[in-house]
């Protein structure tokens, strides 16, 4: 028989699911006599907006496949949201491309980008693991670094940011992203922005790095990612965008064409009217301050420091002791929250509490910690 090569599940290469090992902690706080309060992961509660579902299904009897690249409603209405809520100048309908689910996107942008074995990617030191996922699964290699210093002279091929950040909630101001835009161009670094939770502000502002005063209105080597999970509470329809340099969208449009990455119609259809109605945003970014509001002050009453958090959709809390002391504490209320070393060694002595919660649970939340 002619030999052939051994064959690599690129599974293996990927770390543990982190999530199986809350299995002890969920048993213990389910154990509590009124039930369990989970505040682990980000899933929206609240109901989708009539107006979206309503685009839904206006194209729900259409049979015919649909674009990659996405109808030009939905490539206007993606173009116009980032100017109207965000201030970005210079976009085109052709720098834009939808995504199903940013984590898809994440996920398979090393290799579409042409990243293989030999490339780096760097990610935050706390970080959204699927960034390091989609580094891995083409074989490139992962460095994690908040600031540039960190890199010394070495020349990654793409660089991460999350602003506001998943989980710690930090914001990158103005200053900050335009040192990166600048230090990315002096190198030709590809920078991948996910600006996921950037509709999500509770404290002063955080910019886009597509934003004039970040990049002068160049957005060569940039990519800004969006979803439409957190802001309109699409997670269940599967609903992102990428936005950016018209030629690496040019080029991520190619191999997603020829991957029968599309969006359904009907999602198109009801993303473009998320895209172009404020309202229903509005509405839910005050849902979640008026949570963050009840929960932040019962956290700090009992005893913990919240870091960053001045954006997005968690708390970052810390009492200064391991994580896992802290998801411990919580269980015994019956409270389940995220150990920040799911993160990156650098949350070991944090948790996440997700602001993603009914109010009902919210208020069962505050009450056990009082
Ligand atoms: C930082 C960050 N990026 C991307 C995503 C993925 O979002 P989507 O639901 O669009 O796949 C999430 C979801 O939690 C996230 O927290």
């Known amino acids: ?165 998943n989980p710690s909630g930090k914001v990158l101001g103005v200053d900050h992203l335009r040192k990166v835009v600048g230090w990315a161009r002096d190198r030709g670094v590809i920078v991948a922005s996910d600006e996921c939770y950037l509709g999500l502000v509770w404290e002063g502002e955080a910019p886009s790095i597509l934003d004039p005063r970040v990049c002068d209105g160049d957005h060569t080597g940039l990519l800004a990612l969006h979803s439409l999970s957190k802001t309109s509470n699409l997670a269940s329809y599967r609903a992102g965008f990428v936005a950016g340099d018209p030629a690496l969208v040019a080029e991520l449009l190619a191999v997603r064409k020829h991957s029968g990455l599309m969006m359904p119609l009907p999602v198109q259809s009801a993303m473009a009217v998320a895209l172009t109605d404020d309202t229903h945003e509005d509405e839910q970014r005050e849902r979640y301050r008026a949570r963050r509001a009840r929960l932040r002050p019962a956290v700090e009453a009992a005893g913990f420091r919240i870091d960053h958090s001045e954006a997005g959709l968690y708390l970052w809390a810390t009492r200064d002791e391991r994580c896992r002391d802290t998801v411990d504490w919580f269980a015994e209320r019956g409270v389940l929250v995220a150990p920040g070393e799911f993160y990156g060694p650098a949350g070991a002595r944090h948790v996440r509490i997700a602001l993603t919660a009914t109010d009902a649970t919210v208020d069962e939340a505050v009450r056990r910690l009082a």
């Open 1 to 165: 028989m002619v030999s052939r090569p051994e064959r690599r599940p690129p599974g293996r290469a990927l770390p543990v699911f982190p999530w199986d090992t809350l299995a002890e902690a969920r048993s213990r706080a389910a154990a509590h006599p009124d039930g369990l309060v989970d505040l682990t992961v980000g899933t929206p509660v609240d109901p989708v907006a009539p107006v979206i579902r309503e685009a839904l299904a206006v194209d729900a009897a259409e049979p015919g496949y649909p674009t990659t690249v996405g109808t030009p409603a939905l490539r206007q209405a993606a173009v116009g949201a980032l100017a109207r809520r965000y201030g970005v100048t210079g976009l085109t309908t052709d720098a834009v491309l939808p995504a199903i689910g940013t984590k898809e996107l994440i996920a398979g942008l090393p290799s579409q980008l042409g990243l293989g074995p030999g490339h780096t990617v760097v990610v935050p030191e706390v970080a959204y693991p699927t960034y390091e996922v989609g580094a891995l699964l083409t074989g490139a290699t992962v460095v994690r670094a908040d600031s540039l210093t960190q890199l010394g002279p070495s020349s990654p091929t793409l660089l991460y940011l999350n602003s506001p950040s």
